[in-house]
């Protein structure tokens, strides 16, 4: 984009859940955040002068994850300034420490750049073959036993072969039987995972592990608060297959201090709350290196940023199923979803760039 004419507008927006989410930070009602764009206001794309070509990002902080909503507009402002007199790496430059903010702008100038060279954003981050699908999880939320087995049923007959179930809330005893009877539910055919959002002591995480092994859980997810990095290698330690994966951990210590404590199998990567799809798929090449599993999921973000992380998994060689099924969760969203959702995977756009048009117009 040398020598390009950038100008980089945003806008806020507001996305109403379909129904409250209840986090330890709070009741999120809706998600609030910043669609962007990046123009090329020359029109090289195909040499025609004023035909412009546009890459869409998103920006939508989340309180825990993310600086504030006031801090990542601050910092899209200054994008905004800088790109016009330095260009791409200013705009990055003067969002460096805001990652929602550097999320929107990196993706709005890796979709600009995928659109003009004509290729699918996997395709331009990777560089690898094409890839049709994406595998995903449907996620089963906090229910009684009965209704937890009804849901991750008709989440198999909807073609899902894995499903991560939400722990935590409930007794552990409680969370362990609906474990038990999902399974009872799906047969073997359906790989469970449980993720726990921190909910857990040691000794109650090491009891729901001990009969979580002898299920056939696939996966725990941060059993422990983000900080127990010993605990989280203590219980891996006692495992006798159900993979230990972190993931607020991810943000707190980074993956030289998980990899040093031995304290996961897999780390979930969030491109909202990394700084954007570059700086997570570095991740995901980096963790799986050292031999560790990479799993993409989103911050229940619009359709931008969602088809971004759809993208990212995608350009991951072999990754497995990813929490990328959210879009139900939104009552609205900021435009026409591009991915279809069929038989347990994300059908991956093939389109130029991220695949998606029209949404600054509404």
């Not at 927006?13 to 330890?24: M, N």
């Not at 995972?193 to 592990?209: G, S, Y």
């Not at 304290?263 to 980096?286: E, F, N, Q, S």
Request: proline fraction near 5%; include cysteine.
């Amino acid at each position: 984009m040398t020598g390009a004419t950038l100008a980089l507008e945003y806008r806020p927006f507001s996305l109403p859940l379909s129904s409250p989410l209840e986090t330890a930070d709070g009741r999120i009602e809706s998600r609030d955040g910043f669609l962007i764009r990046v123009v090329d206001e020359r029109g090289e794309d195909d040499g025609r002068p004023g035909d412009a070509t546009v890459g869409y990002g998103e920006a939508t902080p989340l309180a825990g994850w993310t600086e504030s909503v006031s801090g990542c507009e601050a910092a899209l402002e200054r994008a905004r300034e800088a790109i016009r007199s330095g260009g791409p790496s200013a705009a990055l430059e003067a969002v460096d420490r805001q990652v929602a903010a550097r999320h929107a702008v990196s993706l709005a100038l890796a979709d600009l750049q995928a659109r003009r060279e004509a290729t699918p954003l996997y395709q331009y981050l990777g560089r690898g073959p094409m890839v049709g699908r994406v595998p995903v999880n449907a996620t089963i939320g906090d229910g009684s036993p009965s209704e937890t087995a009804a849901d991750t049923r008709e989440a198999a007959d909807r073609g899902f072969g894995t499903c991560k179930l939400k722990v935590g809330i409930r007794s552990v005893e409680e969370d362990v039987e609906r474990v038990r009877r999902a399974g009872e539910a799906t047969g073997s055919g359906v790989t469970l995972r449980a993720d726990a959002n921190e909910a857990w002591t040691f000794e109650e995480a090491e009891t729901a592990l001990e009969a979580f092994d002898e299920i056939g859980l696939s996966v725990l997810e941060q059993p422990l608060p983000a900080g127990a990095l010993e605990g989280h290698a203590a219980l891996r330690a006692r495992s006798d297959g159900v993979m230990i994966a972190v993931d607020e951990g991810m943000l707190e210590h980074g993956v030289d201090a998980i990899c040093e404590a031995g304290a996961a199998d897999a780390v979930v990567l969030k491109p909202m709350a990394l700084g954007g799809i570059d700086v997570a798929r570095k991740m995901a090449v980096w963790v799986t290196e050292l031999g560790l599993t990479p799993i993409v999921t989103t911050t229940i973000d619009g359709v931008v940023a969602r088809t971004g992380a759809i993208h990212l998994a995608a350009s991951i060689p072999g990754i497995p199923a990813c929490g990328l099924a959210t879009a139900e969760l939104l009552a609205e969203d900021l435009g026409r979803d591009p991915v279809l959702i069929e038989n347990g995977a994300a059908v991956v756009p093939q389109a130029k760039g991220l695949g998606i048009d029209g949404v600054w117009e509404r």
